[in-house]
């Protein structure tokens, strides 16, 4: 089993910028990728970014390229999300998880997921 927890969320202005972790605890020994998804206010849970294990590939979204970059310190067990040039259409809970394999963008083929950190974009 893995427990993920993120924190980092909170209230900013359009423009601005948040940094989102997330610590990974348990079965760190395994080799999983992770990936940050977020649900926003009224829809369905979206694939944000994602990250492999060894940190040499990552994925993002089409509505983030550009402004979030993810990564990971593997030595910590914490995944990051940076956020810059934040927008309204950004306000969402924000989740992480894990995965051993399977598609970076599928839901449902992540094993473990945190409990999510609101981030709010106000305009």
């Known amino acids: 089993q893995v427990q993920l927890a993120e924190s980092g969320g909170g209230l900013v202005q359009a423009g601005g910028s948040l940094r989102l972790s997330c610590a990974a605890s348990?079965?760190?020994?395994?080799?999983?990728?992770m990936g940050w998804f977020r649900r926003p206010p009224g829809k369905e849970r979206e694939f944000v970014a994602a990250i492999r294990w060894s940190g040499d590939s990552t994925y993002y979204a089409d509505s983030v390229k550009g402004r979030f970059t993810i990564s990971r310190d593997n030595a910590k067990n914490t995944v990051y999300l940076q956020m810059n040039s934040l927008e309204p259409e950004d306000t969402a809970v924000y989740y992480c998880?894990?995965?051993?394999?399977?598609?970076?963008?599928?839901?449902?083929?992540?094993?473990?997921w945190g409990q999510g950190t609101q981030v709010t974009v106000s305009s």
């Open positions: 348990g079965r760190t020994s395994s080799n999983y990728a």
């Open positions: 998880a894990a995965k051993y394999s399977g598609r970076y963008y599928y839901i449902p083929d992540y094993d473990y």
